[in-house]
């Protein structure tokens, strides 16, 4: 009995998060059709096999990112593998065969898209309704977890760098490109701008956004491309409350600044952490956590234990992790 006692304690979040994930593509491949599970498209009954991989994905993944210590890391390869995973299905459904492309169209891989294509076409699409299935069940871990291209801006922030310095006219900046990219999407629709026009524009957003992870990313070691660029991070910062689950710093906070070195988000200047909460940017990532000698960084749902709190967000964003990542891409 003490045997079982302790194996279920050391793998507590792998018997919630496995059956998560199968609940999710379980459902997916039972309900969808033409098939949303890329085997299953080739091999009809195979969508099952894809349903245990993503399972067996979730459960290691959960198994080891249940250490704080080693969120950081986990994360980065995690969210790259996603990454390249995506972008490879997309060049398999371009050169190869459509069927690796979810709904056989291409749809362009640049995030502000998921904002702009619905309001230029007056049209809801299966992106927007994920991503926002995603903002209400786990608030801001698109920005950390689920997105394609922020691994990338991931990846060129990381590593030491003065993180201590704020971004200054953040906020400004960031309300301007989302009203520039809201203003034109919806100008192109009023005056029935041709789809090779705004094909085009958004082909010029998605390389705007590359040169800035480029430049301004890897020099700063901040993700500017996601805190400072991306208009659909803008969205995600304002409607990232929708969800309960929430960052706080406690009383116990000495304000030694140790935790802003670990923020790649520009989440954590003296201000925020004077006002006891990561700033506006913040996606939980969690790679702050370990930095902070007097545990005074959280997780938060409603009243719950901050520990049970952060086991919660992590079996709801891993799951939704693992699924996205066994489904057939754009
Ligand atoms: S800010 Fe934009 S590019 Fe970065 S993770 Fe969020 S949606 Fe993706
Ligand atoms: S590391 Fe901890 S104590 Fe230091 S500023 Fe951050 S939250 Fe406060
Ligand atoms: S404050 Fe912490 S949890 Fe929030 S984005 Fe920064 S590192 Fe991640």
């Given amino acids: 009995m003490t045997l079982i006692r302790k194996f279920y304690a050391k793998y507590k979040l792998v018997f919630f998060a496995v059956p998560v994930t199968a609940l999710i593509l379980g ?29 067996v994905y979730a459960a290691i993944v959960i198994n080891g990112m249940k250490d704080p210590n080693k969120v950081e890391q986990w994360r980065k390869i995690t ?17 190869v065969d459509a069927r690796f492309l979810m709904t056989g169209k291409l749809h362009l891989p640049v995030p502000a898209i998921v ?12 992106m927007p309704l994920l991503f926002i299935s995603t903002v209400v069940l786990t608030g801001p871990a698109w920005c950390s977890h689920l997105c394609y291209f922020g691994a990338f801006d991931n990846l060129a922030a990381s590593g030491k760098g003065m993180r201590n310095r704020p971004i200054k006219n953040k906020m400004a900046i960031k309300n301007v490109f989302i009203f520039l990219l809201i203003t034109v999407a ?8 041709n789809s090779f026009i705004a094909t085009a524009s958004g082909i010029f957003a998605g390389v705007a956004g590359v040169v800035i992870l480029l430049v301004f990313s890897w020099k700063n070691k901040i993700m500017i491309h996601c805190t400072v660029y991306c208009p659909l991070g803008t969205l995600v910062n304002y409607i990232k409350h929708v969800s309960p689950f929430r960052m ?15 923020c790649k988000y520009d989440a954590l200047n003296l201000k925020d952490i004077r006002a006891r909460k990561p700033g506006i940017t913040c996606t939980y990532c969690g790679d702050c956590i370990p930095a902070c000698s ?23 964003t891993i799951s939704l992790h693992a699924s996205f990542l066994f489904l057939a891409r754009i």
Wanted: proline content about 6%; aromatic content about 12%.
């Fill in 115 to 126: 904002i702009g294509g619905p309001l230029y076409r007056m049209q809801l699409s299966i």
């Fill in 27 to 55: 459902s997916v491949q039972m309900i969808t059709d033409p098939p949303l599970l890329l085997l299953e498209r080739f091999v009809p009954g195979s969508g099952w096999i894809e349903v245990t991989l993503a399972c």
């Fill in 248 to 262: 706080h710093i406690t009383e116990a906070c000495t304000e030694c600044m140790a935790c802003t070195l670990k």
């Fill in 186 to 193: 919806l100008l192109f629709n009023l005056f029935g701008v």
């Fill in 294 to 316: 007097r545990e005074a960084i959280i997780y938060r749902f409603w009243s719950m234990p901050p520990q049970t709190a952060r086991n919660l967000y992590l079996v709801l």
């Fill in 79 to 95: 969210w790259l593998i996603f990454s390249v995973v995506f972008f490879s299905q997309l060049l398999l459904g371009l050169v």
